[in-house]
């Protein structure tokens, strides 16, 4: 049988106020409208420590694409506000569909600091917050009061399970290549793993490199994708000027799996290793997170060597996608001509498909 009925499935790009293509909204996903009716693109710009800012942030989210941040890159809730609340002028002032902000909790963070980010966040009455490295459960009574949606970044089934058990609206799926902590699993597997299981609001992440493989996320059943690696290498990001010309002479040859760094498996650029003066090969064993943070983190009294996230830089493998030093208005116009083709291909590769 031809398959023109599955090609009609495929959502035709339409166009938003200034001429940009965009995915098609009437494509079957499990967000909220209130959210997907303000998207450019079915993406999340990955949180990244030491990288994400206000700036970036701002710059994303007014391009249709919702922008993640880590809470503690803002080093204390009183800068914290400072960051949110520009970022929510520039959304009133924008004439353009505005995505939300989704900070990024750190679970295992002192209580002291994690109770005054959820603080700020009640304040601001975000829309998402993705919570990473531990139980969720404690923080989603109060967002859900302000009904904001609490997404949990996961590796494994076990860890989707015990996000779901703890009232999550949403599940991040940490995958194999994803660039700072990382997961183990395939991501077209895992997709398909959780999928058997769970219906809701589902992310992936991990070797998402361009608009193609951001449509082969949705294909696999997943509602959003996440990038980093080439958001860094943005004008707007935090990052300093040699790390982004690193990213942009690597390659996927270049990416390091450590357990070294930070007691988590976690993808580092080998050349900022060697640069550091430590050896790749060491960094791959496995150590405690107590031990890696006595290493090699910028808060520890002890540090006397390179700090992770700052003088040691992380990419993931879609680092080879990294050709230039873009602004944000320009890599989301370039992911979305990506996006675009790859549905167009798909298209043409289903007209030629038949099924006896």
Request: hydrophobic content about 45%.
């Amino acid at each position: 049988m031809n398959l023109g009925c599955l090609i009609r499935n495929i959502p035709e790009p339409c166009w938003d106020a200034l001429g940009a293509r965009v995915f098609n909204k009437g494509f079957t996903m499990t967000l909220p409208a209130s959210i997907t009716a303000r998207l450019r693109l079915p993406l999340m710009v990955a949180p990244m420590l030491h990288v994400s800012g206000p700036e970036l942030i701002s710059r994303t989210c007014g391009h249709g694409v919702i922008g993640a941040f880590p809470t503690v890159n803002a080093r204390s809730a009183e800068e914290l506000d400072a960051w949110l609340t520009p970022i929510a002028d520039d959304a009133n002032r924008s004439d353009t569909p505005f995505a939300p902000v989704c900070p990024n909790i750190i679970m295992r963070s002192r209580p002291d600091l994690l109770a005054s980010d959820l603080a700020v966040l009640v304040k601001h009455r975000v829309e998402m917050v993705l919570a990473s490295v531990g139980s969720p459960k404690e923080i989603i009574g109060p967002l859900h009061d302000i009904g904001c949606m609490v997404f949990a970044d996961v590796a494994s089934i076990r860890h989707a399970e015990k996000a779901l058990e703890a009232g999550v609206d949403g599940l991040v799926l940490l995958s194999a290549g994803a660039g700072g902590q990382t997961g183990w699993a395939n991501g077209m597997a895992l997709t398909r793993a959780v999928r058997a299981m769970y219906d809701g609001p589902l992310a992936l992440a991990g070797g998402i490199s361009d608009g193609a493989a951001l449509w082969s996320a949705q294909v696999l059943g997943c509602d959003l994708g996440l990038m980093g690696t080439r958001f860094i290498a943005t004008a707007e990001s935090l990052a300093v000027d040699a790390y982004k010309a690193m990213l942009v002479e690597s390659s996927i040859d270049d990416v390091a799996l450590t357990r070294g760094v930070s007691g988590l498996d976690a993808s580092f650029l080998r050349p900022s290793i060697i640069a550091c003066g430590l050896d790749p090969e060491e960094l791959a064993k496995p150590v405690s997170a107590e031990r890696a943070r006595e290493l090699f983190s910028a808060y520890s009294t002890q540090m006397r060597g390179p700090k992770r996230w700052v003088d040691l830089w992380s990419a993931g493998h879609t680092v080879s996608s990294v050709q230039a030093i873009p602004t944000v208005t320009e890599l989301v116009r370039a992911i979305s001509e990506e996006y675009e083709a790859a549905q167009k291909s798909t298209r043409r590769q289903l007209a030629r498909a038949e099924i006896p």
